[in-house]
């Protein structure tokens, strides 16, 4: 009973190629996150949605568009990959009005060619 | 000047030794603070919270010192499943959960 869960674990595609990347949580929180970490392992945050509401967006391309059907889903779309791109990309939750621990999913490898 | 800094290392130590990581934080606005440890290929974990009276968990002791702004942890009798990379973790106040990372501390202990 995985308590952040994101699909899929690895993803390898072509330049130019769109591709999306799904994260769900069962902890019942309503704040979920998406993180980037780069090849110098440096983990930074992308976005985050409350309760399917977008509350921050930290400049990043608008190749990347997130999507909240729910407040237990959370799932990154990005078009027109870059070799840029590359990185694992990490889904984390939390509880809002809760402690300020994150939760993160097990993150998915990007690697495009 | 980086919003977390840290010593990345690798610090190298044998079983048994008491190992020290620091941080400094540029935003005085912070209000809460956190060591997480990631596995090398896995997602980081909470490792525990930071509070200015200092906390300690097992062999495992966190500081903050906000007029320095700095932060550390200690740890004691180290075990090889200590090895990891211990990233030190800001969140300013009001930023919605905005956590900052730092790069990390890259932690190896050997036999």
């Known amino acids: 009973d995985t308590a952040v869960s994101q699909t899929p674990k690895y993803l390898v595609t072509q330049m130019g190629n769109d591709k999306s990347i799904k994260c769900e949580q069962n902890?019942?929180?309503?704040?979920m996150y998406w993180y980037k970490q780069d090849s110098k392992k440096f983990l930074k945050i992308m976005f985050s949605?409350?309760?399917?509401?977008?509350?921050i967006n930290e400049t990043v391309p608008n190749r990347f568009s997130p999507k909240s059907p729910d407040k237990a889903h959370l799932n990154l779309h990005i078009n027109s990959l870059e070799l840029g791109d590359s990185a694992v990309y990490f889904c984390a939750s939390r509880e809002a009005g809760g402690t300020d621990t994150q939760y993160f999913g097990p993150g998915t490898r990007l690697t495009v060619l | 000047r980086k919003e977390v800094e840290q010593d990345p290392g690798p610090f190298n130590v044998p079983e048994g030794a008491t190992v020290a990581f620091n941080c400094t934080y540029s935003?005085?606005?912070?209000?809460?603070f956190f060591w997480y440890r990631q596995d090398c290929r896995k997602e980081p974990k909470l490792l525990m919270s930071?509070?200015?009276s200092g906390n300690e968990d097992g062999r495992f002791t966190a500081q903050l010192n906000r007029a320095s702004q700095y932060i550390s942890l200690l740890i004691r009798d180290s075990k090889l499943s200590d090895s990891a990379t211990y990233l030190c973790v800001v969140l300013a106040r009001g930023s919605q959960g905005n956590l900052i990372f730092g790069k990390g501390t890259k932690l190896s202990v050997k036999p």
């Open positions: 949605y409350n309760n399917k509401e977008l509350i």
């Open positions: 930071v509070y200015s």
């Open positions: 902890l019942g929180h309503d704040t």
């Open positions: 935003n005085s606005a912070s209000q809460s």
